[in-house]
Structure formats: C-alpha cells, structure tokens
Nanobody, 129 residues
Framework: EVQLQASGGGLVQAGGSLRLSCVAS????????IGWIRQAPGKEREEVSC????????YYADSVKGRFTISSDNAKKTVYLRMDRLTPEDTAVYYC??????????????????????WGQGTQVTVSS
C-alpha cells in the first residue's frame, strides 16, 4: 500500500524559509514521480514541484522557480521541498503525492496536479507579511 507522510509546515514570516518532508512507503521510488501540490483557500490546486524517481529530473512552477528546491533521499524514501524567500502568496496546504510512472522524466512531460494516484495528508504553510 502506497503511503505518504508530509510534515514540516508552519508559520513563518515573509522572507523566511521552511523545509517540507515527505516520507514514502509501500512502493519503489524508481517507478514513481513524487510531487508537491498546494491548495490555498478558494484556489485551484497548483503543482509547485515534482521529481522523477527514475532519472531525478525536476520541475518547478514559475511561481516558485528560483525559490524552492526539491530533492530526494532514495535510501530514506524521503522527498524534501526546501522553500526560501517565502511570500504570503505561498500560504496554502501543501500535499505530497505519488504517481506510478516508470521511466518518467520531467524533460518530456509534466504531470498535472490531478494525475497523481496517491496523496498524503497535507501540511499547512502560513506566511505572514
């Protein structure tokens, strides 16, 4: 059974940083893409970043490019999202999600936020101005 456990959210002032963690179990990292998707009240889900378990390729939404960094520790089956220079617009519930995509690479295709098969519980990120 695929399970994802997200943590690391909190309250931070604008300009600050947080690191989210997503611990995965029940599947082989190599065959999956892991994404971070956020949802703010009244807004659509937004995929902010993704990492391929197959080739390590990454994707960032324009809204976070240059500020967020996704990484993975395959031995620990953990994916991290380092978020720097946070702004109030980053306030949202952040979810980690997994999609079974063997041989997937972000070089050729970007998964949409509704293409993920398994979701963890969200972690709230609140950025005060």
């Amino acid at each position: 059974e695929v399970q994802l456990q997200a943590s690391g959210g909190g309250l931070v002032q604008a300009g600050g940083s947080l690191r989210l963690s997503c611990v995965a179990s029940g599947f082989s990292f190599d065959d999956y893409a892991i994404g971070w998707i956020r949802q703010a009240p009244g807004k659509e889900r937004e995929e902010v970043s993704c990492i391929s378990g197959s080739d390590g390729s990454t994707y960032y939404a324009d809204s976070v490019k240059g500020r967020f960094t996704i990484s993975s520790d395959n031995a620990k089956k953990t994916v991290y999202l380092r978020m720097d220079r946070l702004t109030p617009e980053d306030t949202a519930v952040y979810y980690c999600a997994a999609a079974k995509r063997p041989y997937y690479s972000t070089k050729y295709y970007i998964l949409g936020p509704y293409e993920y098969d398994s979701w963890g519980q969200g972690t709230q990120v609140t950025v005060s101005s």
